[in-house]
């Protein structure tokens, strides 16, 4: 089983729709947890992280978390164009190793 | 503006070859990492430190080795580069502590073994 699991899409929303995507882990003491976006052909670049059960807004983003389930994901309000890339969810263990799903790709259609 | 830098976006080597790739940060971070992107794989660690001279193994250490002799500069080495070894490369880094949870990334570098 890996320990990070995402569908790879390809996820397809229209312009201001809201984008919701989904992240499963498996080791249950997992502690902190992350989205990154990475553009086509650029390195990943954090847009969220997520430490506690619940909900967490920043601006037309917001992660949740649900250690219980083991699941995070990320919702994405008034969807842009510019928002099409591929989103990585990620883990880091206590053991400070980060784990990363491998991605799901995002298109935006104006 | 914080970064890590690695030294080359674009390498095409030859099977075989010795492969150096350079990593530099430039704040400070104690730990240090080395992923491969590979499509449909996502991103897969190779090896990471947590101090100068310090090294552990990640996922996929095999065919590699790596350098920290000095705290800013973690490099990656292919000892004999193979075909299978075309991949993105990516350096990254991190602080110790409640920094420990923002994991800064290099620009990649994309290595072609022909």
């Known amino acids: 089983q890996k320990e990070v699991e995402q569908n790879s899409g390809p996820l397809s929303v229209p312009e201001g729709a809201i984008a919701s995507l989904n992240c499963t882990y498996s080791?249950?003491?997992?502690?902190?947890f992350f989205w990154y976006r990475q553009y086509s052909g650029k390195s990943p670049e954090l847009i969220m992280s997520?430490?506690?059960?619940g909900d967490k807004e920043d601006g037309r983003f917001t992660a949740q978390l649900n250690k219980a389930s083991q699941y995070v994901s990320l919702l994405i309000r008034d969807s842009q164009p510019s928002d099409s890339a591929t989103y990585l969810c990620?883990?880091?263990?206590?053991?400070?190793?980060?784990?990363f799903g491998t991605g799901t790709s995002l298109t935006v259609i104006p | 503006d914080v970064k890590v830098t690695q030294s080359s976006r674009y390498l095409v080597k030859r099977t075989g070859e010795k492969v150096f790739l350079e990593c530099v940060q430039d704040?400070?971070?104690?730990?240090m990492f080395w992923y491969r992107q590979d499509p449909g794989l996502g991103l897969r660690l190779i090896y990471f430190?947590?101090?100068?001279?310090?090294?552990e193994k990640g996922d996929i250490p095999e065919g590699y080795s790596v350098s920290r002799e000095k705290k800013e500069r973690f490099s990656l080495i292919l000892e004999s580069a193979s075909t299978n070894q075309t991949s993105m490369y990516l350096c990254?880094?991190?602080?110790?502590?409640?920094?420990?949870?923002?994991?800064?990334f290099g620009a990649g570098s994309r290595l072609t073994v022909l």
């Open positions: 430190s947590y101090d100068v001279k310090m090294k």
């Open positions: 990620a883990v880091r263990n206590t053991g400070n190793q980060f784990y």
């Open positions: 990254a880094s991190s602080a110790r502590g409640s920094g420990a949870n923002v994991l800064t």
């Open positions: 997520i430490y506690s059960n």
């Open positions: 704040m400070d971070h104690e730990n």
């Open positions: 080791d249950r003491v997992s502690q902190s």
